[in-house]
């Protein structure tokens, strides 16, 4: 990629446990050229929850680990300080969160909370500026009677409309990466759609970069050029959306895929086998190895790096697994 | 939330009601003739006295009429007639009430002007030296007694070091304010307020106590709320999210707390108006069991129980009003 | 909830209340295995021996339980015995002072180790009489109120609120000015006062226990009520009963001291902590030591019975929040 918004290189965050370090995101490397939406699935625990605060510098708090390099918009991050990290989050790189109703704070106006961003980014804006721009903002997400919504408070609204408000926290500075996580697992059915065609008018609309975080690959499939399946802290499989959807490689992806339930379709739902693994358990055997079909001996000894596989185009985003079992098979 | 007032209010006075059942029929209550148990506390009663008192206290009427009867006086500001004092228990009362409640209004202050940072700083600084010496501090506060804190206090600071009154009241000190303010003279408000330092404290130290724990075990939780992380995610400095996002949230429980412990403070004043020969209602209180002075005794306990619930109304409502998510509850 | 098990090593802290709060506890276990005892037992020894707070507390506690214990055997002097040479004696560590009489004598010659040692006998006296009571009225109310409901539940709960709208203290004031202060009264208003505590405690997780399904089939295979009570609802009640018992302890032992203060609590010339306080309080300028003894034989007895009581309830609930 030329020049890429985001690059995430060897990326590694552990938390501490009673029972010594916890690897949440091991050896992680992603790119992220500006305005690309890229999915990131995998189950829960499989650090892909990990992985977005540690791109939003929010691990700190939980004395975790990070190792590993984050470059954003051609500055190295990894070890900003906190007040450095201030003037990034929130104002190029923001965030919205799986539960709407947890993520706003109850005891305060919305209006205000949006109002918040500008303030504290742009201390220099006049107090109607302020306010114009926190209106536009809600009219923006889709908040009818805007005037009136500013002095509601969260409790107030729905939950589609709550995450609206969020969404509006966090798009107010048009940042250029928004990291998404879960940001539609916690409404009604009804409203999903609705607020993932917002998310993605936005982001077109503003050539917003998003990493959106997700277990389901649908959500995925209809939002993302490229997504990045997750499996115990390591990306196993990468490429883009339509090409891991149609012809998925790793095991893993194939088992995700298979478990979807399909409207439409009459085939059995296909659950994988087993649970995910215990992550100080692994050591440096593959971590899917233990529900593998296909395992072979070499899986239960080494964890196979995420290679390309095929010879693809070089417009195209390139299609890299990581399973010992792909690699081995003669390929036309 | 008019609703919710009016069922709050409908809930206050039902219990006031009660409270006024129980006090008008607390003189049946006591064994034996308390004629006679007045008569032995109070000397100077003569025989006329003794015949006429028991019709004012009508020990002879049926216990829901004497209840009316106490009503609709207490109603008509009549608490009857202190038997040691010979004048009437409301005006007893009315003296006294002030210093009491302004008493009872710097020991809140403190209670709250210390305990919240000290609550704030120690779930910050968790699990650290400062966490600890609060912890310690926490179980000094509720173990030590107000009325021995008082004495040791006065011991230090009025019979060793000399700065403090031992005891006493100069008037208020909030009313001399604007006086002092006008003349420029600091002193006139010193002159009240150094009465109420040392009672005050010792009225408030098991509140600090109670407070900073509290307040300290809420903001840790409120500090692991997903607003908090969205606070940060949106890039706000780290005091505007401690105080503007954490503290609002965090002080909501504390609100109901002192709500209980007017009670609490109520208690207290009982004890360390005594220690400090205060002139308020909770001296009053001991004074009246001393002098088995049973109107006075009716007429205190259904003061400061009816304060106490109409207190309680009002923090509760109050609480209402701060917490938005209540509005609707 | 099982599966959580499975996957996390348990935290020996939290697998306490794990066990208590374990809504499947089986219909046939009996009281000792709803409540494993043994178990708990060995699991708060484990906790103990890591707690500073514990460890000091108990000690403390067993200090002052030791001294009221043998009180009558241990003390120096007697206690009622007034010599015209004590009068003011200074404690050993004044300059004049001497170890005969270790933390001085009193205004009427009266040897103040002695009453000190003696008084903790009354404010444990006390403390046990009024939390024996308290815990007992308390929970039966408090689990009849839970257990049946409907108009019993109202009566018990209304009186409550209302006993609610009176400061502590007040109440214990009602009952002195009604019986005449004394050691009776003392104990009778204490003892009302504090039934609240275990009586909401009780109700609330009777309630708990009741909406299970097996109490119906319970029931239904002829147990009784009182059986039910017993076996299901106390033993996960208790912890919570100990907690409270502990901590109220603290509070009467401190009540006592105040009323006794007074004037209206223990009567001379019974020994008691608060009472001794009290008489010092007039020669503060001239025997501070009258009022020091006592006081910090409260001091510590309080601090220990809370620090041990704050450590149970960690070890118990650590989200349980004290009031």
Redesign the interface.
């Known amino acids: 990629m030329a020049n890429p918004l985001l690059t995430v290189s060897n990326l590694s965050v552990e938390y501490p446990t009673r029972h010594g370090w916890l690897r949440a995101v091991n050896d992680v490397s992603l790119e992220l050229a500006p305005g690309m939406a890229l999915g990131v699935v995998g189950e829960s625990g499989s650090g892909k929850s990990t992985l977005g605060q540690a791109l939003m510098g929010l691990t700190g708090a939980s004395q975790a680990r990070v190792g590993g390099r984050i470059t954003f918009d051609g500055q190295d991050i990894t070890g900003l300080t906190n007040k450095a990290w201030r003037r990034i989050r929130g104002d190029r790189i923001a965030m919205v969160f799986q539960d709407p109703t947890s993520t706003l704070n109850p005891v305060l106006r919305i209006g205000d909370q949006i109002a918040e961003v500008f303030q504290w980014h742009r201390p220099d804006m006049p107090q109607t500026e302020v306010r114009r721009r926190t209106l536009g903002m809600l009219e923006r997400v889709g908040i009818r009677e805007a005037e009136r919504r500013l002095r509601s408070y969260p409790h107030e609204l729905s939950g589609g409309m709550r995450q609206r408000v969020v969404i509006a926290c966090a798009l107010a500075l048009e940042p250029a990466l928004l990291i998404a996580d879960e940001p539609t697992t916690a409404l009604d059915v009804t409203v999903q759609a609705q607020i993932l065609d917002l998310m993605r008018d936005l982001i077109i609309e503003r050539g917003t970069a998003m990493i959106l975080i997700s277990h389901d690959l649908d959500v995925i499939g209809d939002t993302c050029d490229a997504v990045a399946v997750m499996y115990a802290g390591r990306v196993v499989e990468f490429g883009a959306t339509d090409d891991v959807l149609a012809a998925p490689q790793h095991p893993y992806t194939k088992g995700l895929l298979a478990s979807r339930p399909r409207f439409g379709h009459n085939q059995a739902v296909a659950p994988i086998a087993g649970t995910v693994p215990d992550l100080r358990s692994i050591g440096t055997a593959c971590a899917f190895q233990p529900r593998c079909a296909q395992a072979v001996d070499l899986c239960g000894r080494e964890g196979p790096p995420l290679q390309g596989f095929v010879a693809t185009d070089s417009a195209k985003v390139p299609h890299r697994v990581a399973c010992h079992v792909v690699h081995q098979e003669p390929r036309s | 939330m008019l609703r919710l007032v009016l069922t709050r209010l409908a809930y206050a006075v039902l ?1 006031m009601i ?2 006024t059942f129980v006090v008008a029929s ?1 003189i049946k ?3 034996g003739d308390p004629v006679d ?1 007045m008569a032995a506390g109070n000397p100077g009663m003569t025989v006329e006295d003794m015949d006429k008192l028991r019709h004012e206290l009508g020990l002879t009427r049926p216990i829901l009429e004497q209840f009316f009867i106490y009503a609709k006086n207490a109603v008509l500001g009549d608490l009857g007639i202190s038997i040691r004092q010979r004048v009437p228990a409301a005006g007893l009362i009315w003296e006294r009430l002030p210093a009491t409640a302004e008493l009872a209004f710097w020991a809140i202050l403190i209670a709250l002007a210390v305990a919240i940072p000290i609550g704030i700083v120690t779930a910050l600084k968790r699990d650290t030296a400062i966490d600890y010496a609060g ?1 310690v501090v926490a ?2 506060g ?7 804190l008082g ?2 206090l ?2 230090v600071f009025s ?1 060793n070091l000399r700065w403090l009154p ?1 005891s006493g009241f100069r008037g208020s000190a909030l009313a001399s304010i604007p006086s002092a303010i006008a003349s420029g003279d600091p002193s006139i408000f010193w002159n009240a307020f150094r009465y109420f330092i040392l009672p005050s404290i010792s009225l408030a130290f098991v509140l600090v106590a ?1 407070n900073a ?2 307040v300290r ?1 809420s903001m840790i939780e409120v500090l692991q ?3 908090i ?10 005091r ?1 999210i401690y105080l ?2 954490a503290l ?2 965090a002080l ?1 429980p504390v609100l109901t ?1 002192v709500g ?1 412990q007017l ?2 403070l ?3 004043t ?2 360390i108006e ?2 400090f020969a205060w002139p308020g209602i909770g001296r009053l ?2 004074q ?3 002098w ?1 002075d ?1 109107p006075l ?1 009716q007429a205190v ?1 259904l003061i ?2 009816l304060l ?2 109409f207190l309680n109304l009002v923090v509760d409502l109050l609480y209402r009003w ?4 209540a509005h ?1 509850g | 909830m099982a599966n959580a098990h499975n996957l996390t090593p348990i935290d020996p802290a939290d697998s306490l209340s794990v066990t208590l709060a374990d809504p499947t506890a089986h219909p046939r276990q009996t009281a000792a295995a709803a409540f494993p005892v043994e178990t708990a037992g060995t699991r708060i020894r484990q906790a103990l021996l890591r707690s500073a707070k514990g460890m000091t507390g108990l000690a403390l506690i067993l200090l002052v339980l030791l001294v009221a214990l043998l009180a009558p055997m241990i003390v120096p002097h007697d206690p009622a015995a007034q010599i015209l040479e004590w009068r003011f004696a200074p404690p050993a560590w004044a300059a004049e002072g001497s170890v005969t009489n270790l933390l001085g004598g009193d205004n009427l010659g009266r040897d103040i180790l002695t009453r000190v040692l003696l008084g903790a006998r009354v404010s444990i006296a006390v403390a046990l009489i009024v939390v024996s009571i308290a815990s007992v009225v308390g929970s039966l109310l408090g689990a009849v109120a839970g257990y049946f409901g409907g108009v019993v539940d109202a009566v018990i709960m209304r009186l409550i609120d209302f006993q609610l709208a009176f400061p502590f203290l007040l109440l214990a004031l009602i009952f002195m000015a009604i019986l005449g202060p004394g050691f009776s009264t003392l104990v009778l208003a204490l003892s009302f006062a504090l039934w609240i505590n275990f009586a909401r405690v009780v109700r609330s997780e009777t309630l708990r226990i009741r909406s299970l399904e097996f109490i119906d089939a319970a029931h239904s295979i002829g147990v009784s009520h009182s059986r039910i009570i017993m076996s299901h609802v106390l033993p996960n009640v208790l912890p919570a009963i100990i907690v409270i018992a502990t901590l109220d302890i603290a509070l009467v032992i401190i009540a006592e001291a105040a009323l006794s203060f007074l004037g209206l609590g223990v009567q001379p010339p019974t020994p008691s902590w608060g009472l001794m306080i009290s008489e010092g309080r007039d020669f503060l300028h001239d025997a501070p030591w009258m009022v020091l003894g006592p006081g910090i034989a409260v001091l510590l007895t309080s601090i220990g019975i809370n620090l041990f009581g704050d450590f149970l309830r960690d070890i118990y609930d650590p989200r349980l929040q004290r009031l």
């Open positions: 219990v009660g409270v607390l209550l006591i064994p148990i912890t179980v000094l509720v173990s030590v007694p107000g009325f021995l004495i040791l006065i011991l019979v031992a109670i724990r509290l075990s709320q997903d607003y992380t969205f606070a940060r995610a949106k890039g706000l400095p780290i505007i503007r996002h609002r949230n909501l707390v209980l009670g609490s109520l208690s207290g009982i004890v005594t220690v209180a001991v009246a069991v001393h088995r049973y005794i306990v400061s129980a106490f619930v701060i917490d938005p998510r609707h």
